[in-house]
């Protein structure tokens, strides 16, 4: 029985000493030999960006669905909601009466109106662009009953040839009757009794110039001739095209209003009283 007890002692024994040698040569080595390298393991499966729970294993809940970035919001794109075509004149240059919020805008062709640049005018449609994209806007057609009402408006109101009659002359002023001026307030009138063309000079608007008058029109017993160049607008220069226009838009409220016209060498200012 001893001799079985000091066989295990001095096998147990021999185990302790080799496992203090193996731990003195790790020491040694760790000691006097450079690191080995530290190696790493990465997955190239992304991470999923949603979790997976346990229960949904099971089908006791619905796995969530993956989040996504979220997205830019869409740009708002322009629109013409708002804006109505009262009228459309072609000529040089072509124009068109635009409408919104109750307040009419005169605009010639290459004027812009709220950012919209009017490109192309038709008789009942114009095509206006804004950030490279194109817009139209079409004349709404009148009802039936709205064409009467016009109709009857129209008889109640003096004849245009009336109202011409009724411009008289001193010297170089002219008395004009205001309902005149809400009949010329019609860019296709205009257009049938006088023709106008821009005056550039060194790239520059100076004025506008008369390339005719009808004979006996309203412009006729105004004043103006043929080769005229209206150069200034109440003593005025004219340096765009929306200097005129503005002056056409506010007509009906003016009192009185001159034009300094070239005519030949020579220049004069025409004055006209609004009654």
Known sequence: ?????????????????????????????????????????????????????????????????????????ARKQASLKGYILSMTAIGTPSMAIIVKNGKSRLVSVGEEIDGFRLEEVYTDRVKLSKSGREYWLSMKKKKAAETIETEVGEKAKKPERELIEQVRREGDTFFVPRELLSEMHDLKKIFRYISINPVYRDNRLVGFAVSNVKKGSVFDKMGLKKRDIIEKIDSKPIKSESDAFAYFNRLEQLNSLSLTIKRGKESKELKYEIF
């Open 1 to 73: 029985m001893q001799s079985r007890f000091d066989a295990m002692a001095t096998s147990i024994s021999l185990i302790l000493l080799l496992l203090l040698c193996a731990r003195l040569t790790a020491i040694a080595i760790e000691t006097f030999l450079p690191p080995l390298p530290r190696l790493e393991c990465r997955s190239e499966i992304e991470k999923p960006n949603y979790t997976y729970r346990f229960a949904s294993a099971f089908g006791l809940k619905s796995a969530p669905a993956a989040t996504t970035k979220s997205q830019a919001p």
